[in-house]
């Protein structure tokens, strides 16, 4: 198991330490939250009070939006000069690569939204700071999930012509449930409504990330393979 | 004249004939609903059709995995098949129900649980036959469009239950109507002929497109094997 880890581990620093030296996805990724949440100003009232309701939508699709342009490059950022071939060939299992590249992701993703919360909090007016630690709970468990299901749909279309066209249509249906209980327990914190009556959603994205983390993990040898 | 061919003609006369008798039922004999007027004919197509649509995509599951355990191109080819005669059905599912909506709600489209549902389905279902036609390579294809079938499968039935929750917990503009339940036996039992009728027409689609994706197959094999020579 420790040797499991460690192969996780080892390509886990990989990724980020790449990411890191270039900051492409990251740069990418964060400059277009400020675009969207710009676009946003233009198609909402923001000083009205229903805009504490739809905080919680907006919110998460400005992170499901720039997210997926972290995710959908995790694998093929690999195809220039064969490293995804040397990769299958190295003796790590294709768990151990999908997990690996899905915990940097997951890293690089809480980041962005990290960065992003204050931007939207002084932008849109909302107050953030009403229940700090169930906001990073429903931070955490809802960007795994998306981190999950675009790893592995990057997975699924590396070798795709037409992949950049078919993987937003492949991804955010795929992304509904999380991005359903992200956005109601958002809304949820936003307004001061007590969290005790929606439990629920906490309870329908952690099964939704055991699901799919063991649906990914299983499967992943099979898309990869060939 | 071959066994198949056989029961696959047998099968479209009994289907021809067994719908012009529904469609003799449920336009000239049935009277029209207390409430909904002539409208409510509509759910005789309506909810047989979200029926078929539904679970088509969870059978299309089992052949998928078949496909995956046994490397078996004939359980792809059907499970190609079931997905796109299911799409027709959920197409159906949400034009009829868009088109009752307008007459019973006043809104073509409510944002009600199940039309919702039915949309994500029908958006997965896209996704998959989308994949499918842009892998050239029959063993990728198959295998890459069987995992995304069990990813789609298992968020399709995700997705029922937590929009079910959602949309419930928000009030709702509309009074939803389940089937079933206050018909009268009359009227229930056509439905339920009319659910034997497109199950009929549905399983002579699917029949149709396991032989025209078997007969891409061949048709592949040759020119491969044409270039290669």
């Known amino acids: 198991m420790s040797i499991f880890l ?11 330490r790449s990411e890191f030296r270039t900051k492409e996805a990251i740069n990418a990724s964060l400059a277009f939250s400020l675009v969207i949440l710009l676009l946003f100003s233009f198609a909402f009232d923001t000083a009205a009070e229903e805009m504490k309701q739809l905080s919680g939508g907006l919110l998460w699709m400005v992170f499901a939006f720039a997210g997926t342009l972290v995710l959908n490059r995790s694998f093929i950022r690999e195809v220039p000069n064969d490293c995804l071939d040397a ?12 997990l690996g590249k899905a915990l940097g992701n997951f890293a690089l993703l809480l980041a962005i939204e990290a960065a992003c919360l204050p931007i939207f909090a002084v932008f849109y007016n909302v107050t953030l700071t009403r229940e700090p630690g169930w906001l990073a709970l429903v931070m955490v468990l809802a960007t795994w999930a998306l981190t999950v299901i675009g790893t592995m749909f990057s997975a699924l279309t590396v070798n795709l012509r037409l992949r950049e066209l ?19 327990l958002t809304r949820v914190l936003v307004t001061g409504e007590p969290i005790g009556e929606n439990m629920m959603w906490f309870r329908v994205l952690t099964a939704f990330d055991i699901i799919f983390t063991a649906l990914a993990v299983t499967f992943v040898d099979t898309v990869l393979q060939g | 004249m071959t066994t198949r061919d056989k029961i696959f003609y047998g099968l479209a006369a009994f289907t021809a004939a067994l719908l012009t008798r529904n469609l003799y039922q449920i336009f000239l004999v049935l009277p029209d609903e207390l409430n909904q007027g002539a409208a409510y004919r509509i759910f005789y197509f309506h909810v047989p059709s979200a029926m078929l649509g539904m679970t088509g995509i969870g059978i299309a599951l089992v052949f998928s995995l078949l496909y ?6 004939r359980w792809d080819s059907i499970a190609a098949g079931i997905t796109e005669v299911s799409m027709v059905f959920c197409t159906m599912f949400m034009i009829t129900g868009t088109l009752w909506g307008r007459i019973s709600w006043g809104v073509w489209w409510a944002w009600d649980a199940r039309l919702t549902s ?39 039935y ?5 929009i079910e929750w959602y949309r419930t917990q928000h009030p709702q503009p509309v009074l939803s109507m389940r089937s079933g339940g206050g018909m009268a036996p009359g009227m229930e039992a056509t439905m339920y002929w009319n659910l034997l009728a497109l199950l ?7 029949m149709l497109r396991m032989r025209q994706e078997t007969m891409t197959r061949e048709v592949e094999a040759l020119r491969r094997y044409a270039h290669a020579l």
């Open chain 2, 68 to 73: 995956l355990f046994t490397k078996d191109f």
């Open chain 2, 118 to 156: 039915a949309l994500v389905l029908w958006l997965i279902g896209a996704g998959y036959l989308m994949l499918r036609r842009a892998i050239d390579e029959p063993t990728t294809r198959a295998r890459l469009s069987a995992v995304m079938s069990v990813f789609g499968s298992v968020n399709s």
């Open chain 1, 6 to 16: 460690r192969q996780v581990w080892a390509i886990m620093s990989k990724d980020l």
């Open chain 2, 200 to 206: 009929c027409l549905a399983v002579l689609l699917i």
């Open chain 1, 166 to 184: 078919m993987l937003p249509t492949l991804v955010y249906p795929m992304m509904i449930p999380a991005l359903m209980a992200a956005i109601e």
């Open chain 2, 158 to 162: 995700i997705v029922w239950k937590s």
């Open chain 1, 87 to 98: 990769l299958l060939a190295s003796p790590i299992s294709g768990a151990a690569l999908f």
